[in-house]
């Protein structure tokens, strides 16, 4: 719909350019001993002109505004998925015991990831969440704080490159990719500890 308003500004600006183009001709040609009719014409064609090419300019400056929000909100929403998966790591870190369901609340973010994460994202998570039920076997991550932290702080890192829009590998998903690391993650949820 935005474009075919664009087409149709662009479509009435040029067919306004070419009739009046082709009027001046004939009025020229008409009025060649009054010159002030000729200007008249002139400022007319001008105006009209100028109106169809600023509401163009208009047009787009909406649709740039309205894009540059939804990716503000996007990026929020993004944020605080992170920031909730962070926080959750944290109370995990600090407990004596991991249960059952501490797994499956992680596993379960698995999907706010699919929905909102990068693919450079989604696939460290799953070797995080990899980590995550293979060193929770115990019960405990205690004594497993330092293979935690590298792992987490690998995610931190694609996590900040997704949230800044970087991508130091330059490595380039395709949608057939993401898809079976989206469904590989979702597979954890069934996998017992």
């Known amino acids: 719909m935005q474009q075919s308003k664009q087409f149709t500004y ?3 600006t040029l067919i306004t350019l ?3 183009y082709a009027y001046l001709r ?3 040609k008409v009025t060649d001993s009054t010159p002030f009719t000729q200007e008249i014409v002139l400022i ?3 105006t009209i002109a100028t109106v169809f090419i600023t509401a163009l300019l208009l047009n787009k400056q909406t649709a740039v505004e309205i894009e540059k929000e939804q990716n503000i909100k996007f990026l929020d929403l993004k944020a605080q998925t992170y920031e909730r998966l962070l926080d959750l790591m944290e109370e995990m870190s600090v407990e004596t015991k991991i249960t059952q369901n501490d ?7 698995t999907h706010r ?3 909102f994460a990068s693919p450079a ?3 460290e998570y799953n070797h995080f969440l990899e980590m995550i039920v293979e060193i929770s076997k115990d019960g405990t991550l ?10 987490l702080g690998k995610l931190t890192i694609q996590i900040r490159f997704d949230l800044l829009n970087e991508n130091p590998t330059g490595k380039i998903y395709s949608a057939e990719q993401i898809t079976k690391m989206i469904k590989k993650n979702s597979n954890s949820l069934f996998t017992p500890v």
Do not use: C, P, W
């Open 121 to 123: 994202v989604l696939n």
């Open 142 to 151: 205690h004594d497993d704080t330092k293979i935690l932290s590298e792992a």
């Open 26 to 28: 004939y009025a020229y």
């Open 113 to 115: 990831l699919a929905i």
């Open 18 to 20: 070419v009739v009046g």
């Open 103 to 109: 797994i499956t609340r992680l596993q379960f973010i």
């Open 10 to 12: 662009l479509l009435l």
């Open 44 to 46: 007319i064609l001008g």
